[in-house]
């Protein structure tokens, strides 16, 4: 396609994320139907808490990173589900009445509700290691273009992302500081960590699979981490400000369990704000890459314009 009546083309971001959630979740019903056991439980919670919608963020940003890079979305595609699979994990464990005790998510009730505690931990324990199976399975005798430091580099960096020095960190963090007053250097390191790794990881796995160059995979990088909080101050303010109705889930939990927020140091205005400036901040950094990186600058703006 001609790239300047590609950029004459306005780009339909609802289509888009219609098109990439249906093919996403098709690769996440067939992987969980060749590698769950029929009648079983914990397979029953799996497919319960995976399937019950979302707006699949982190493997969609997978996808766009790939093709904006110039890549084919095809080759993403693997590590995109086993993002999805470690974030919906990632939810089931933090739904525990040890953590948010929450009874709703995606507009459903939370696996542990609908299941029972131990089902719910060793639901999300194997959706952890079906991400890996997933990744790992992938690459297995496949004859590509990636030799094996590449296919190692993408599991190792999901893996800091997701663990001790990533998310799982990020998680302690916030269970910590419940009923402390944190400064705004250590809630956005939090948050870094609790949301933004994973986000961060995902699009450096789709530039990364798409044979992206070093400093191309900065401007990934530096988009995600943007992206990254800028979700997640936008996630603050809905548990202010949102629909429960359109959010699928409560609103004003953080105020009484005492959590530091963006809106709770900053305010309201100031909290939409800031997450336009880093919005801003994320188109900036792919302002190199052509016409095939609007859908993560329309993903950007959506982050922050979303009602859920």
């Known amino acids: 396609m001609d790239r300047k009546k590609a950029r004459m083309t306005p780009f339909d971001l609802k289509d888009y994320l219609v098109q990439r959630r249906v093919r996403i979740e098709d690769s996440l019903k067939a992987l969980l139907k060749d590698r769950t056991v029929p009648h079983s439980r914990v397979g ?7 399937l019950a919608g979302g707006k699949r963020l982190r ?3 997978c996808l766009a990173a790939c093709e904006a890079a110039g890549g084919d979305a095809n080759d993403a595609l693997a590590a995109a589900c086993a993002l999805e699979l470690i974030h919906t994990y990632s939810l089931i464990h933090d739904d525990l009445p040890a953590m948010d005790d929450d009874a ?6 939370t696996c542990h509700t609908k299941f029972d505690e131990a089902t719910a931990i060793l639901a999300g324990d ?20 990636f030799g094996p430091a590449e296919k190692i580099a993408v599991i190792h960096r999901v893996a800091s992302a997701a663990g001790i020095r990533g998310m799982v960190e990020g998680q302690v963090r916030d269970i910590a500081a419940e009923g402390t007053e944190l400064s705004l250097e250590d809630l956005t390191e ?5 949301t933004g790794a994973l986000i961060e990881a995902a699009v450096w796995c789709g530039g990364f699979l798409a044979g992206a160059q070093d400093r191309f995979l900065d401007q990934l990088g530096r988009y995600g981490r943007s992206v990254g909080l800028a979700f997640q101050v936008t996630d603050d303010i809905l548990n202010v400000a ?14 009484k369990r005492k959590k530091s927020t963006y809106p709770s140091l900053l305010g309201l205005s100031s909290s939409k704000t800031w997450a336009r400036e880093l919005v801003k901040e994320a188109i900036d950094a792919v302002s190199e890459f052509d016409h095939r990186a609007e859908p993560l600058r329309a993903i950007a703006r959506y982050v922050v314009d979303r009602q859920r």
């Open 44 to 50: 029953e919670a799996v497919h319960y808490s995976l």
């Open 59 to 61: 493997p969609i940003l």
């Open 104 to 109: 709703l998510r995606r507009g459903v009730a």
């Open 126 to 145: 194997g959706m952890l290691t079906l991400a890996f199976e997933v990744l790992s399975d992938a690459w297995l005798g496949s004859q590509d273009r």
């Open 190 to 194: 939090l948050h870094r960590l609790k």
């Open 242 to 255: 949102g629909d429960p109705e359109k959010l699928g889930k409560s609103v004003g939990t953080d105020a």
